[in-house]
């Protein structure tokens, strides 16, 4: 065999430099050697220079994606999720203050009624076990009671006030409480249910049910989670590059979010780079992500502004049409592959956003040079999403739009398009809808082990190892065919049922 030389696949430098948008179905690893474990593989990162998430998962700044129940699980897992914009500031600053106030991943809807009101029907607890009396009648002020929904069964006169049979001393727990530590005064004291309070104003802020702990305990082992400096989870939030952001921005800080997101299709523009040095010149110690881009030239003026990491993709997410309107974008694996080789000389973090379908999709993302992946269909059907499933031909869903749709264009607070009347809008996005998912507590740990298996065959055991295998060309890829692609899904079945986990 000695001197037979056979070149088996591509370094990513040549394959990226022929001239073509390849995406991540484009394309497919070889496999090399394995001398570890899956278990061994490590997925921490970094989301920005400074901020260090222990799995690379990102959720993005859609209204139908990213709120408070997100960002709480995306963190309580050690991502992050980015609260959107398409609202007023101060409700985008409720959303982070709501979810950095929690230390349990798991958001219930407490109800809340003034002592003067009564009860009139069982629909007022909706799914909820009990309602609470507080002195203004909504979550804002100090608990006063509580009425169970079997008190309330037992009352003959079902238009007596509520402070006149409340509960008036429930046992409660400070909202600081970790899951373990609410789990134990429930089982301890026997209860249903534990309103969690903060010790500071007695405000009931989140309402804790032996059904949570039940359900939390069946999902996979939580590792660790993103916790800022101020102990708390962490959360970011997008804004936009317009005057009044920098008002926005004001809010959002105050409320405590640990990084911004400059949000932009085509975020290489005056616009942007003056808003991410206005960032870094206010806020020194507020990482900056800017984007979106998808090419070397982009990046440096990017990141020459301040850009603590750059957010990478356009026209590829699932509800994007930006490529079909304005013919411009990128093929996403290509995209990341060249954005992440000139980021890396700066040390700058890549998030690679849009176009996950799998956690092979993932697996492509970060080897080809990307920290972190970002999400926006892939989570819009979990439980923690905002909006409550439907069911459409027989399945059940969940609303998710571009935020180029005009659907949330025409949502209140859009001062892109719609704030002069005269501008004629071209949407970028469509609405539709996604599959229920169940919760991310399940679907996150299952898919970050399948990402594990993928880096094993390629035998990286971190992040950190695949950028290296890639860029010193022991890693090797080669372009699919049509016919690679269909040889490499499922075929020649008559029937078949796919079950991931
Ligand atoms: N990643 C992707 O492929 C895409 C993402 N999107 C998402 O849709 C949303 C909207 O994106 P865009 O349309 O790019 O919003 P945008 O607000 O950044 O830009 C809209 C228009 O306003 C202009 N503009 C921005 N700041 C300005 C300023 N200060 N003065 C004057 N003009 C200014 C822009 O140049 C652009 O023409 C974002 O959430 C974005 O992430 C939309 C399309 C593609
Ligand atoms: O062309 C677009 N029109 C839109 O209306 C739109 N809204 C979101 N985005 C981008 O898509 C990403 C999410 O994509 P996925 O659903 O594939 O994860 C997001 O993270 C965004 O980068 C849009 N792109
Ligand atoms: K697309």
């Known amino acids: 065999m000695a001197g037979l030389q056979i070149e088996d696949g591509f370094p990513a430098d040549r394959l990226f430099n022929q001239g073509y948008s390849y995406t991540y179905d484009d394309l497919i690893f070889l496999p090399h050697y394995i001398d570890f474990p899956t278990d061994a593989v490590n997925l921490s990162t970094k989301l920005t220079k ?44 409720a959303f982070i203050r ?150 926005r921005l004001e809010h959002l800080v105050k409320a405590g979010a640990n990084v911004v997101v400059v949000d932009s299709s085509q975020g290489n523009s005056i616009y942007q780079l003056e808003m991410t040095k206005f960032v870094k010149r206010t806020y020194p110690d507020l990482d900056v992500i800017a984007g979106n881009i998808v090419t070397a030239y982009q990046a440096q003026n990017l990141i020459q502004s301040g850009a603590d990491a750059l957010r990478v993709g356009m026209g590829s997410g699932s509800i994007c049409t930006t490529q079909e309107v304005c013919a411009v974008g990128r093929g996403q694996a290509t995209a990341v592959y060249k954005v992440s080789a000139i980021a890396s000389q700066s040390g700058v973090p890549v998030i690679a956003d849009g176009g996950i379908g799998n956690s092979g999709h993932i697996v492509k993302a970060l080897t080809l040079g990307a920290s972190t992946v970002m999400m926006g269909s892939f989570l819009a059907g979990s439980s ?54 169940g919760s991310l507590l399940k679907l996150i740990p299952y898919t970050m082990q399948a990402v594990k298996q993928g880096f094993q065959d390629l035998g990286a055991s971190s992040i950190h190892s695949a950028h290296d295998l890639l860029r010193s060309s022991v890693l090797r890829l080669e372009v699919r065919t049509g016919a690679a692609q269909r040889e490499g899904g499922v075929h020649d079945l008559v029937y078949y049922e796919k079950k991931s986990f």
Not at 50 to 61: D, K, Q, R
Not at 217 to 227: E, Y
Not at 388 to 398: D, F, I, M, S, T
């Open 384 to 437: 923690e999403a905002p909006g409550a499933y439907e069911v459409q031909g027989g399945l059940r869903v969940k609303k998710y739009r571009g935020m180029g749709s005009l659907d949330a264009m025409t949502k209140g607070s859009d001062s892109r398009y719609l704030g002069d009347k005269s501008k004629l809008k071209i949407a970028q996005g469509v609405v539709g809808a996604v599959a229920d998912k």
């Open 50 to 93: 400074n901020i260090e998430l222990s799995i690379p998962c990102v959720a993005s700044p859609m209204d139908t994606v990213t709120e408070s129940s997100m960002a709480v699980a995306m963190a309580a897992l050690g991502g992050i999720g980015i609260v959107h914009y398409n609202n007023q500031p101060a409700e985008q600053a």
């Open 98 to 247: 709501l979810a950095k106030s929690r230390h349990i991943p798991f958001i219930s809807d407490p109800i809340f009624k003034a002592p003067s009101d009564s009860i009139d029907s069982i629909d007022d607890f909706s799914s909820s076990p009990c309602v609470f009396v507080t002195e203004s009648g909504n979550s804002k002020s100090k608990m006063l009671g509580v009425v169970g929904k079997s008190d309330w069964e037992n009352l003959t006169n079902k238009e007596t006030r509520l402070s006149e049979f409340m509960f008036q001393s429930p046992v409660s727990a400070p909202s600081s409480y970790t899951f373990e530590q609410a789990a134990s005064v429930l089982a301890s004291q026997k209860l249903d249910y534990l309103p969690l309070v903060n010790e500071r104003d007695g405000e009931v802020v989140d309402l804790f049910t032996k059904g949570d702990v039940d359900r939390i305990r069946g999902f996979p082992k939580l590792g660790l989670p993103s916790l800022g400096k101020d102990g708390n989870f962490m959360v970011g939030a997008a804004i936009g590059t317009r005057e009044e952001d920098k008002e």
